[in-house]
């Protein structure tokens, strides 16, 4: 396989998709990265774990349409050109 553009946008969809599928129940409170986890007082500056989690929550939330799309037209492209 040969390092493409396609490649690298292919790698870039697959790693959204890794992150959009993360059950907060299921998989990140077993860890200990949970709702609860990460939250600090009023004032204070977030961690890097804080902020990790609000980047998955954000990419859940606003990324599900857009990767159902993305995900669709890799299909298509897959089934059409190989």
């Not at 077993?30 to 929550?57: E, H, Y």
Request: glycine share 10%; proline share 2%.
């Amino acid at each position: 396989m040969a390092f493409t553009l396609y490649s690298l946008i292919q790698t870039a969809i697959l790693c959204t998709n890794a992150v959009a599928v993360l059950h907060e129940e299921r998989f990140l409170s077993k860890i200990g990265w949970g709702v609860d986890q990460g939250v600090g007082g009023f004032g204070d500056d977030p961690g890097v774990k804080a902020q990790v989690l609000n980047l998955i929550r954000s990419v859940r939330t606003v990324m599900r349409v857009p990767l159902i799309i993305l995900n669709s037209a890799c299909i298509v492209l897959l089934l059409l050109f190989g």
